[in-house]
């Protein structure tokens, strides 16, 4: 089960703190793409066994679903920062013209 998790940040960090969470994706995608070699090797030597492969691909599977999703959340974020940005923006010039 997942749960949202809400915290604040300063404006300035947002993108910073984006670049950690994107660590845990890269991380999943790095375990993934090293299962997903290794399987590939064993399979083309038919040294392989069958339900070590099946549990391989479900823990490559699995392991792309979590980069996806953390990758979701990043698109969220960057969303948000995008939108607060052009609030400031739009302020900014209000008082200017004003």
């Known amino acids: ?5 809400s915290y604040t940040v300063e404006l300035d960090e947002v993108e910073n703190e984006v ?5 845990k994706a890269a ?6 793409y090293h ?10 030597t038919n040294t392989g066994d069958l339900e070590k492969s099946l ?3 479900d823990f490559i599977r699995t392991k ?14 960057l969303q948000g ?9 739009e302020k900014e010039n209000e008082i200017k013209v004003g």
């Open 1 to 5: 089960m997942r749960v949202k998790i």
């Open 19 to 23: 670049a950690e969470i994107m660590a």
């Open 27 to 32: 991380e999943d995608l790095d375990n993934a």
């Open 35 to 44: 299962e997903i070699s290794g399987l590939q090797n064993l399979m083309a």
């Open 55 to 57: 549990e391989s691909i």
């Open 64 to 77: 792309m679903m979590k980069a996806d999703q953390i990758l979701d959340d990043c698109h969220s974020i």
């Open 81 to 89: 920062y995008r939108h607060a940005l052009k609030q400031i923006e």
